[in-house]
DNA sequence: AAATATATCTTGCAATATGCAAGTGTAATG
DNA sequence: CATTACACTTGCATATTGCAAGATATATTT
């Protein structure tokens, strides 16, 4: 029985936002789906930060059940599964380049170029309509063969 | 000793966002920290959400050890801290308000006004100089009489 | 001065999450 | 028809987390 004086992850934005980026894993498969046009299982399964695959499969649920990630079988193999960005993820790309900006700005082991920064601050919704051409590119190639 | 093939969560700017933000006790604090105006040990473990004794002395440390955190005796009363936030910090406020607006357009149980992502989305920098006049308000009044 | 209150942590322990290895079921491939 | 690829699932040892309680140090009240 739940406690009369639980606190919901609703209600207050940044609670609700830490209900979901408040865990590494969730974080870096929306890094994966939404800025390195990663789709499937393995695709998740190889990032460099090894993610084992009970996490994975446990994360991917997760996120589907948050309404981020589209699960549908591929029509290109139906073994195969891909999970698909929803517009509620993809709503979240200014956010997360936000942060990702942020990050160049204080980690001296940043990987990332100036221009990353600088065409985001020059013109968010012009970098964000980038991003978002190329998940649509992604997921038209992978829809287009069924 | 550390593995040869161990990620170190820098490098990569959304692993080093999620090294910090991808954990809900830290993301909670900073929200305290930068939209509340909570400074003390106390003020934090008052929040709703509950956090323990504990994990609040583990995280304040953590993100002082990050950098988003400067810890000071309060002039006003030697026995007590204050967390002040940092540049660094501070610089997280974009991030940090777009996630929050996002989720006010998602969560269906959400306690935001309209007027919040409103004001975020018509003047983005307006909004933020008006969260850290906020932060300078406070930290003034406090650090004004030692 | 003694008792009480406030503020910031520590410690102990149980619950939860994680990582690794191995196994399962289904579908394509040779 | 055996093999491989893919997407999980299970079992289990280990690591991390979180709650409750205790500890310490200063401040306030009586």
Redesign the interface.
């Known amino acids: 029985m739940k406690s009369p004086?639980a606190?919901?992850w609703?209600?207050?934005?940044?609670?609700?936002?830490?209900?979901i980026?408040?865990?590494?894993?969730?974080?870096?498969i929306l890094?994966d789906v939404l800025?390195h046009g990663k789709r499937s299982y393995s695709d998740f399964l190889n990032s460099?930060?090894?993610i084992s695959t009970n996490i994975l499969a446990d994360r991917l649920s997760k996120l589907e059940a948050a309404?981020m990630l589209d699960r549908q079988v591929d029509p290109r193999k139906a073994s195969r599964v891909c999970y698909f960005p929803t517009r509620?993820a993809r709503?979240?790309l200014?956010?997360?380049i936000?942060?990702?900006?942020?990050?160049?700005?204080?980690?001296?082991?940043?990987?990332?170029p100036d221009s990353?920064a600088k065409a985001f601050k020059a013109d968010p919704s012009g970098t964000i309509a980038w991003y978002e051409a190329d998940i649509d590119r992604v997921d038209r190639d992978i829809l287009s063969q069924s």
Request: aromatic share 14%; charged share 20%; net charge negative.
């Open positions: 004086n606190i919901l609703q209600g207050c934005p940044a609670r609700y936002a830490a209900g980026f408040g865990d590494k894993w969730c974080f870096l890094r800025l460099p930060e090894g309404g509620k709503n979240v200014p956010a997360l936000s942060m990702m900006v942020w990050s160049t700005q204080y980690d001296e082991h940043t990987e990332a990353f």
